[in-house]
């Protein structure tokens, strides 16, 4: 179950971040963060009311306030990075955030067998190729790779930190409700300050946009919640990587809706993440 959790995980946040992408094409970033998350925060709410998970809070939800802390910085890094470029370079970076809960595992006590420590391996070498690594080119700016590596380390840190918000299912979506308040309050405060110091402020949204933004935010909040599962039911290590394996889909579906054509590293690597995700999966 561990690596159909993981699994999943990967596939709703390459859904995610593709759509999330597009947005961000024509919406600033802190907008798609801001009404994405509001969204997913009232469909939680929803749903916390309906389970009663009220019951399930305590001390264990600092974990869910943290990652909801760390996850708009590090997402605003990203995209921040991006903008600065080349996005063959910054795609790749960012996948090494996985370090992060790979090694809580490890200090934990887990230790994957030598088959999965394979798997491990080649997944991670798949999903940097995957992400289409310039290796000639354009310098890279010091400050995108220290902002890749803050995202890095931010998207990594959420990971770890949300596989200790909660123990049972609706502690869970408690865990969650929180993490996304969390993203609102500290994304929306940005916004503001941001306009209050003399920035731009945010567009309108048109309502024939909405099921874009409530798609963006839906698919990340259910990412979190498989992810969540995954690490629950088997080894952190292994389900970080498994659940890393995003870029792929992401670039599996520029190619499907936009025919961007994947480059032959790209391809390449792709190859190698499914073959370390059949390791991970059986090792």
């Known amino acids: 179950m561990t690596a159909l959790f993981a699994l999943a995980t990967s596939f709703l946040?390459?859904?995610?971040?593709?759509?999330?992408?597009?947005?961000?094409?024509?919406?600033?970033?802190?907008?798609?963060?801001?009404?994405?998350?509001?969204?997913?925060?009232?469909?939680?709410?929803?749903?916390?009311?309906?389970?009663?998970?009220?019951?399930?809070?305590?001390?264990?939800?600092?974990?869910?306030?943290?990652a909801g802390l760390v996850g708009p910085v590090a997402m605003l890094a990203f995209y921040k990075a991006l903008a600065l470029g080349p996005m063959?370079?910054?795609?790749?970076?960012?996948?090494?955030?996985?370090?992060?809960?790979?090694?809580?595992?490890?200090?934990?006590?887990?230790?994957?067998?030598?088959?999965?420590?394979?798997?491990?391996?080649?997944?991670?070498?798949?999903?940097?190729?995957?992400?289409?690594?310039?290796?000639?080119?354009?310098?890279?700016?010091?400050?995108?790779?220290?902002?890749?590596?803050?995202?890095?380390?931010?998207?990594?840190?959420?990971?770890?930190l949300i596989a200790e918000a909660s123990s049972t299912l609706t502690g869970l979506f408690l865990?969650?409700?929180?993490?996304?308040?969390?993203?609102?309050?500290?994304?929306g405060t940005a916004l503001y300050v941001s306009v209050r110091r003399g920035g731009t402020a945010p567009p309108r949204v048109a309502w024939r946009?909405?099921?874009?933004?409530?798609?963006?935010?839906?698919?990340?909040?259910?990412a979190n919640g498989t992810y969540a599962l995954a690490a629950q039911r088997g080894p952190v290590a292994v389900a970080a990587v498994l659940a890393s394996l995003y870029p792929v889909v992401t670039a599996l579906a520029a190619r499907g809706f936009l025919r961007e054509r994947l480059r032959a590293v790209q391809a390449a690597g792709a190859g190698l993440a499914l073959v370390g995700s059949v390791l991970l999966a059986t090792g």
């Open 175 to 187: 865990a969650l409700f929180v993490q996304r308040v969390t993203n609102v309050v500290a994304g």
């Open 88 to 160: 063959g370079v910054v795609s790749p970076l960012g996948s090494i955030g996985v370090a992060v809960p790979v090694g809580v595992g490890l200090v934990l006590g887990e230790r994957p067998g030598l088959m999965q420590f394979v798997g491990i391996a080649v997944a991670v070498a798949g999903i940097v190729l995957a992400g289409g690594p310039q290796f000639r080119g354009a310098p890279v700016q010091r400050q995108a790779v220290l902002l890749t590596l803050l995202a890095a380390f931010g998207f990594g840190a959420v990971m770890a």
């Open 13 to 66: 946040w390459g859904l995610a971040d593709f759509g999330g992408g597009l947005l961000t094409r024509r919406t600033p970033a802190l907008t798609v963060v801001v009404v994405s998350q509001s969204i997913a925060t009232v469909v939680l709410g929803a749903i916390v009311l309906a389970t009663g998970a009220w019951s399930e809070a305590g001390p264990r939800l600092w974990f869910a306030v943290a």
């Open 209 to 222: 946009s909405l099921p874009a933004f409530a798609f963006v935010g839906l698919a990340d909040v259910a």
